[in-house]
């Protein structure tokens, strides 16, 4: 039961203390009826044998009573209703609050195991469950639950005869409960996954229309999406189909107990075992506690559903995030120590690397494709933790260091540029809203992307797409870098920030990541080794190991990998296409 509430609270279980505690109220005002029956079933026997009883006995204070309980039964219901919902929705919101807050010291390693599709099925469809369950099915299986055991007191008080006639169909619905919930349980996994199939679905293909588009495949394309929601409607059709009818079997069954207490009681009163007025009330006592029963039995089953979702949230919870509580107010030198790394165990993308990217300098990482130069700069902002080895500012492990302190402290432009489904402004500014509009400006013509900017129609209030899909590839990326030279970090990490530029934009951003060097650490991957021919520092990247370093200078005269690369770039520009095919110009 603890691992359950743990559950369902993520982890705060004084979250149900409140609405328990008011549906044990209600559960307790549920029994009036019960009550009021036996005294109005011995009132009306007792008024055709003698009428004077009800001035003689006081029957209208007794009346008076009833409806003072009747009242008290209503307001209670309400104080529950209104003690539960808002109380529920406000640690609901919490709740979800600390599920992004976790979701952020996460790895990305997580992002990478884990669907977006599953992750926004978590976040709407099982908190939905999850708020239903703490508002109402699990806190209101306990009142339900109290109303249940009190009312069956009665019943035993008044007859136990009559009431194990009743109850005696409950160990078999109790069978086919037990059954249904295991089957029901199997199912609603598979929905889940259905659905979370069905999601990631629909996102890549909503992602992906204008490749659908380009190559004419819209029509395969939307295959795959409808054979989801086949394969959920299939998923959702057997769901509710078996675990509907074994669920609505057991309901049956309960159901059966009453005729079947009837059949006794009728037997029992003419054999004069009992009164008219013991067998009348404890017949309506039976018809009252039914609806209750019934409840008892759906919230049970609903509860089940919510489990899996719980469980869904709560797997989220326990990963492992990013830990750290040091913090470095001025950074330094970043020092990779012996440091390995892996997305899939046993295929090292950085093996054993040492290398130092100096304060005041800019350092270019180069190297044939797949060789791990992105993945150094993902390491230093902390996406991913390293395997062995240690990375290091100022003798503070990265692995020690607070996440948040860190990437405040560093600005990325990576080769993916996101910008989001606001203006130009805001992508820009980013969070910064203390940046004023000279220094916004000036940012942007460092990036070189001021004068494209002013030719929009609504200038920098205008509204880009969704990722930045109404910009080109090189309006992007001028945009994220005048983003990274807004925030003004001590450490600058740059995923080819001039692959999509043209010659004349190349030449500016070069000069502004040139004008940002000056108190940073700049670390710049390259695959054009011209833009980085006057860097500081080089570090030739092949297969996850460092195989030279130095300046260009120092690199040519080695006659390595580097001086290969840079041979075949400048070999390269000599190659024309032409009608007739690919020609070299000698």
């Known amino acids: ?246 669920l609505g079997f057991a309901l049956t069954f309960v159901r059966a107990g009453l005729p079947l207490m009837c059949f006794v009681g009728t037997y029992m009163l003419f054999g004069g075992e009992i009164g008219l007025t013991e067998f009348l009330s404890i017949i309506i006592i039976g018809t009252k506690i039914i609806s209750p029963l019934l409840t008892w039995i759906r919230y049970t089953a609903v509860l089940r559903m919510h489990y899996v979702s719980a469980t869904r949230i709560d797997k989220v919870m326990r990963e492992k995030e990013l830990t750290g509580d040091k913090i470095i107010k001025n950074m330094d030198d970043i020092e990779f120590k012996n440091v390995s790394f892996s997305y899939l165990k046993g295929k090292n993308v950085i093996d054993n690397i040492s290398c130092t990217f100096k304060k005041n300098s800019l350092t270019a990482i180069v190297g044939p494709s797949g060789g791990g130069k992105s993945t150094i700069l993902k390491l230093i902002a902390r996406f991913w933790d390293v395997d062995t080895g240690t990375i290091k500012i100022r003798g503070v492990s990265l692995n020690e260091m607070n996440v948040d302190i860190l990437l405040k402290n560093i600005s990325m432009v990576l080769q993916d540029v996101y910008l989001f489904h606001e203006t130009i402004r805001e992508n820009i500014i980013f969070g910064n809203e203390k940046v004023t509009e000279d220094d916004m400006i000036r940012a942007s013509k460092l990036a070189g992307c001021h004068e494209f900017i002013e030719k929009l129609p609504d200038g920098y209030e205008t509204v880009v797409g969704e990722g930045g899909s109404t910009l080109s590839g090189g309006e992007k990326q001028r945009i994220s870098i005048a983003r990274a030279i807004i925030k003004n970090a001590p450490i600058l990490l740059l995923d080819e920030p001039t692959s999509s530029l043209d010659a004349k934009n190349e030449v500016s951003v070069q000069k502004a990541i040139s004008n940002l060097v000056k108190d940073k650490t700049v670390i710049m991957i390259a695959h054009r080794l011209k833009t980085i021919k006057n860097a500081d520092h080089i570090i030739v990247l092949d297969k996850g190991k460092i195989v030279e370093e130095g300046n260009h200078k120092e690199l040519i005269i080695k006659e390595g990998l580097y001086h290969k690369l840079w041979n075949l770039q400048n070999k390269s520009k000599e190659w024309k296409i032409l009608s007739g095919g690919i020609t070299n110009e000698q």
């Open 1 to 246: 039961m603890s691992e359950l509430i743990r559950k369902f609270t993520m982890g705060h279980p004084g979250q149900m203390v409140e609405p328990v505690i008011w549906h044990f109220l209600e559960g307790f005002t549920m029994t009036f009826p019960a009550v009021a029956v036996y005294f109005a079933i011995n009132l009306f026997i007792e008024y055709f044998n003698n009428p004077s009883v009800i001035f003689d006995k006081g029957y209208l204070n007794i009346a008076l009573w009833m409806i003072g309980f009747f009242v008290l039964q209503l307001v209670i219901s309400m104080l529950t209703f209104l003690r539960t919902f808002l109380p529920g929705a406000r640690n609901s919101a919490k709740n979800k609050k600390d599920f992004i807050q976790k979701i952020k010291r996460l790895p990305l390693g997580f992002f990478s195991k884990t669907r977006s599709g599953e992750l926004i099925n978590t976040f709407t469809g099982d908190f939905l469950a999850i708020e239903q369950s703490m508002v109402g099915t699990f806190t209101g299986l306990f009142g339900v639950v109290f109303s249940c055991v009190v009312t069956s007191f009665f019943m035993f008080w008044f007859n136990w005869k009559m009431a194990l006639a009743f109850y005696i169909t409950i160990p078999i619905s109790a069978l086919i409960i037990l059954i249904s919930l295991k089957v029901l349980g199997k199912l609603i996994v598979s929905s889940r996954e259905a659905k979370d199939d069905t999601a990631e679905a629909l996102n890549e293909y909503l992602s992906g229309m204008k490749i659908l588009r380009s190559y004419n495949q819209i029509g395969d394309g939307f295959s795959k999406l409808e054979g989801a929601y086949k394969h959920l409607r299939d998923i959702s059709i057997r769901s509710e189909s078996i675990g509907g009818s074994l």
